[in-house]
Nanobody, 127 residues
Framework: QVQLVESGGGSVQAGGSLRLSCAAS????????MGWFRQAPGKEREGVAR????????YYADSVKGRFTISQDNAKNTLYLQMSSLKPEDTAMYYC????????????????????WGQGTQVTVSS
């Protein structure tokens, strides 16, 4: 079993920055698919970014490419999402997710089919 706890959300003006954190505990192995997805009221879930914890390989949704950076601190079992140049359309609940299989990682992140996810942290961007 894996537990994920997100933090770092808040309210910020457009153009600002936030860093989200996701503390992982439990049966985390070295080789995992981890990522962030978001969901705004009335909108579909959207995969934001994913990372393979063993290789460090990353992938981003086009909507955040160049503005968001996903990273990890293996010593702390913590995943991060650095968000810059935030836009009002980035407003959503952000969730951290993880799965022991890397197959189809981003696709499954986008469709909510990873095994574990946290309770979410709210990000609100005002214009």
């Amino acid at each position: 079993q894996v537990q994920l706890v997100e933090s770092g959300g808040g309210s910020v003006q457009a153009g600002g920055s936030l860093r989200l954190s996701c503390a992982a505990s439990g049966a985390i192995s070295k080789r995992y698919c981890m990522g962030w997805f978001r969901q705004a009221p009335g909108k579909e879930r959207e995969g934001v970014a994913r990372i393979y914890t063993l290789s460090g390989s990353t992938y981003y949704a086009d909507s955040v490419k160049g503005r968001f950076t996903i990273s990890q601190d293996n010593a702390k079992n913590t995943l991060y999402l650095q968000m810059s140049s935030l836009k009002p359309e980035d407003t959503a609940m952000y969730y951290c997710a993880a799965d022991p299989s890397t197959t189809g990682c981003f696709s499954r992140l986008n469709s909510g089919r990873l095994n574990y996810w946290g309770q979410g942290t709210q990000v609100t961007v005002s214009s």
